[in-house]
């Protein structure tokens, strides 16, 4: 059978800075109307009437039951349509979107946030600036940072491209497969706010990164890589400019959350769990990768790896090609680091060190294997990579 020839109506999809054109500006409106004519827009979208509504709910929060007021408020406001917001351009999609302008807009999509956030502290989580690297995990948690409102400016570093097996945790599907992931991230972000400043690092962190991570001064790192290096290099780097950075890790269904202070002090490696000496050597990229193995499994913590997760371990590179991790964990990682990066953002007090969420235990679930399976597992993974 002959394959289908289907045409490639989806374009270039990898992102790049969306257009901007003020409803109000004649010289916007003349450069919109350009934009028209070349047959780029595929769709526009313009919720008026929604954003009319929802404008007076929240001017008028004390008068939402009055029919007649929001009505009239309604008239008056589509009557001045013309003028209102600003249209927004998405190449990658080619959808144009009438958008508030970005205070109005920011001040629309957080509403809901008060009072269980301050305006006051809402303003200073929009105002911050917020780095993430390793984008499966870390996406999961922009995603979270973003809906609430935490960061107005964002530099994301990966070097992997979505592949199917990545679909069980972020939050993507098959028309993304092939995509990088700071593209699909990027176009969330942009889509959700059009006003948030991007920087991508499509090569991840590497040695050259480190001179735009300095350039962009972020008040918080998120480190999600899977390569142990770069994990020692992002944290030298935090150390020296003092600025405090959080890793989640999705082991099996627990999600553990690790908060490393280095904005308020000295912060041993990795927390307490390695070395110093033995930090040295990984981020020089001097131990072997039977240490390198060793030591990411002291990182994580024997503790935290059910027998489901340990006896994983030891399949990978045979029976499994990479680690095993449930979206649900990375999901769950995700809100505890919101929660901490608000603290954090908010000059909180909160406390270098671990912290474990566990479903199952909070749910009060039987363990899912007894003692003998758990001490089996333990010796099947110190046989395969010795003691961790």
Known sequence: MSALALPNLGGDRSWSPPLQFLAADDGDRERLARLVATGKITTTVDPMAELADELYACRNAGAVDDVDAREAFKHRFLDEADTFGVWVFFPWSGELVRY???????SLRTFRNRDLISASEQRRLIEARIAVFGLSVGSNIVDQFVQIGIGGAYLIGDTDRVRPSNLN??????????????????????????YIEQVHLASGYRPGATEQLTAFKPDLIVEEVDDLVPKAQ?????KENRTALIMVSD??????VDIERHDQGSVRPFNGR????TFAKLADGELTAAEARRLLVRIVGV?????RMLTSVVQIGTELAGTPQLGSAASAGAAVASVAARAIIGKETLKS?????????MLKLRRQSGLRDTVQAVRLLRSQIGTP
């Open 274 to 277: 390695v070395k110093e000496a």
């Open 303 to 307: 503790p935290n790896l059910s027998v």
């Open 353 to 361: 060190g671990r912290y474990v969420l566990s479903p199952r235990r």
């Open 251 to 256: 082991v099996g269904e627990r999600s553990v």
């Open 100 to 106: 508030p302008e970005m205070a109005e807009h920011r």
């Open 234 to 238: 992002i944290r030298q780097w935090a």
């Open 169 to 194: 945790r972020m939050r993507a599907t098959m028309r993304h497969v092939g995509m990088a992931k700071t593209d699909v991230l990027a176009c969330k972000i942009s889509e959700a706010d059009p």
